[in-house]
């Protein structure tokens, strides 16, 4: 038999005993925490096993290695007074009347299925309805059950215990800064001699309730003073009064059932429903989503199905900080959207995707008529509508004209209004209109880009040749293409840009860049494949191989531009030397017939 374990003591230590018995566990420990710590002498010191059973004899020892793996928690004593200590820390309270709950560390656990106890379908219900309620706080949420794994409907105590010390070891190495913990059981429930058990999977394996609250509140201070709420939403076999433990000021322990009452699923388990308890729970905290209302306002109006709860000193406040700071995000969004349908004329290529925004007005009617757009137009942004929608709705079947409204301007609208944009009426109905789609994909349009440029330039004279135009003029539908291939005004990137140029110019000023900056990408050249050098794997030698494949490639188009340079000018000087030769034999010829002239 294997005698590695796994031994817990501020951090995960992985040891070998010399023999299965109390005496070496003992003497492992002492090493570690004469290692881990600088105390003189060593403190005293606990051993459990990882279901919290205190190890104290060689027996234990011997049962823990029968289960792998093994791990085994040490625990320092305080040899004052505990009682007195805990009464001092439940004094310390924190300033104000109530517990503000932002960033809690949620467990939520459970076992659908069992070998030998009643299927709970209902379970699986809960712990969802549980996930999605704390998930619209915008808490993180870590479950052992994941509706898209069905294996997860069980839970054996071996995977309890392991999700349990997951959560525990990894609270204490990385210190996060949580404000509280909530604690979720369903499933089956009893009360054993050792006190109130939750029921996993294996049915003859229980787990202790008060052994998860102290783990969590006991073995680390890491919620010391701050809010616990445990909730145990069990289905039980007897009708015998559950304990309650932690009856700190700062926890709150509720159970769902009631003496008399054992089962938790709600009549209408079969439909996905799950138990009342959790039902109720979820409904009054969604209530209160948007309104934060005090927890004990939730225990008041849960009292016939709760059978116990420990009494807090202070309210607790399920606070949703994220989820309105989404919704804060969300109507600055749609405020800023709004302002800028109605005051700028937004022109970007990106708008003309048929996927967002309506098309300018003023672009379109550079080559259409007023009269051949006017029912085209948007009843929200008063622009030309995109992916065109028509209402629908009974209370306007009176109007003789066609409602459109562009899809994305009443997607927005509905989003922040709920109500149609033109009676204020709610249930706003809305259909394609195939009609308006045809028309506005076939309007005759000019280049975007080109319509930007003239309103940059308003004053701009068109008489010179050597002016930059996009002559496109087309159906829409067709600007889409045109924008990406062969647009005069698409915007390219330098050729040297993978060695650190970062220029971006139109296609017909890319030759003036190159020749100008021809020095400037040399040295980017050279610096990259200085950097470069280094590199010793094949795979980076391969790439620096590339690179000089594709810088050699460069220099070639370097060299074709300095020569087509270089003969234009030789051609301008050849031209220039024959108009003087030319000129020079003209004025012979006209000095030899003055000559004459003279002599006759």
């Not at 003497?27 to 710590?37: A, F, R």
């Not at 009464?87 to 459970?110: A, F, R, S, W, Y």
């Not at 783990?215 to 890491?222: E, G, H, N």
Request: proline fraction near 2%; charge should be neutral; charged fraction near 25%.
């Amino acid at each position: 038999m294997s005698l590695q374990a796994f031994i817990f003591f501020k951090n995960m230590h992985t040891a070998t005993l010399a023999s299965s018995t109390l005496q070496s566990l003992k003497e492992k420990v002492i090493e570690i925490i004469n290692k881990t710590t600088t105390c003189t002498p060593t403190p005293s010191f606990k051993i459990t096993d990882n279901n919290g059973q205190d190890i104290d004899n060689d027996q234990k020892v011997q049962a823990t290695f029968g289960m792998q793996p093994v791990f085994f928690l040490v625990h320092l004593i305080d040899n004052s007074d505990n009682d007195e200590k805990k009464n001092v820390e439940n004094e310390k309270i924190n300033d104000g009347n109530c517990h503000k709950i932002v960033q809690p560390l949620i467990l939520l656990t459970g076992a659908a299925k069992y070998e030998n106890s009643d299927y709970l379908p209902g379970v699986k219900a809960d712990l969802i309805n549980f996930k999605v309620l704390f998930e619209a706080y915008g808490y993180q949420v870590h479950s052992t059950y994941d509706q898209n794994k069905p294996e997860t409907e069980l839970l054996t105590l071996k995977q309890l215990n392991l999700f349990l010390m997951k959560h525990y070891i990894k609270l204490l190495k990385n210190k996060n800064n949580y404000d509280a913990l909530i604690f979720v059981w369903c499933g089956h429930g009893s009360i054993a001699a050792e006190g109130d058990t939750l029921v996993t999977s294996d049915d003859h394996n229980c787990k202790l309730f008060k052994k998860i609250q102290e783990l969590f509140t006991d073995d680390t201070d890491m919620f010391l003073n701050k809010p616990k709420i445990f909730i145990k939403n069990a289905c039980r076999v007897n009708d015998e009064v559950q304990q309650l433990y932690n009856r700190e000021s700062d926890t709150l322990c509720i159970f769902s059932t009631t003496p008399g009452k054992f089962i938790i699923d709600s009549p209408d388990s079969g439909k996905g429903k799950g138990s009342y308890f959790a039902d109720a729970f979820v409904m009054l905290c969604q209530k209160i989503l948007t309104h934060p209302s005090h927890y004990m306002t939730i225990y008041n109006q849960l009292l016939e199905i709760i059978q116990t709860a420990s009494t807090c000193d202070r309210h607790i406040f399920l606070n949703n900080n994220k989820f309105q700071k989404k919704a804060l995000k969300e109507k600055v969004k749609m405020e800023k959207y709004d302002q800028s349908t109605k005051n700028k004329v937004n022109t970007e290529v990106v708008l003309l995707s048929h996927e967002k925004y309506c098309f300018n007005k003023d672009w379109i009617l550079q080559l259409q008529e007023e009269k051949e757009i006017a029912h085209l137009i948007c009843l929200v942004c008063k622009q030309i509508a995109n992916n065109a929608l028509q209402l629908t709705c009974s209370q306007h079947e009176k109007t003789k004209e066609t409602l459109i409204i562009g899809e994305n301007c009443l997607k927005l609208f509905l989003e922040k209004n709920k109500y149609c944009p033109i009676l204020s009426h709610e249930d706003c109905s809305y259909s394609s209109n195939r009609v308006a789609r045809h028309l506005i994909d076939n309007l005759q349009v000019m280049c975007i880009r080109q319509f930007e440029q003239d309103l940059k330039t308003p004053n701009k004279t068109e008489s010179n040749d050597s002016v930059i135009k996009c002559n496109f003029i087309g159906p829409l539908k067709y600007l889409h293409g045109h924008l990406n291939n062969e647009c005069t005004w698409k915007s390219i990137d330098c050729c040297f840009k993978s060695f650190g140029c970062n220029h971006s110019c139109f296609i017909h000023n890319l030759k003036d860049h190159l020749n100008t900056n021809m020095q400037k990408h040399i040295c980017l050249v050279c610096k990259y494949m200085k950097e470069d050098s280094q590199l010793k794997t094949e795979e980076n030698i391969e790439k620096y191989n590339n690179v000089k494949k594709e810088f050699s490639s460069y220099q070639e188009q370097v060299e074709m531009l300095k020569n087509e340079f270089n003969n234009s000018k030789k051609q301008m000087q050849l031209a220039q030397q024959e108009v003087i030769n030319s000129l020079k034999q003209q004025n012979t010829k006209l000095n030899e017939d003055y000559q004459k002239l003279l002599q006759k």
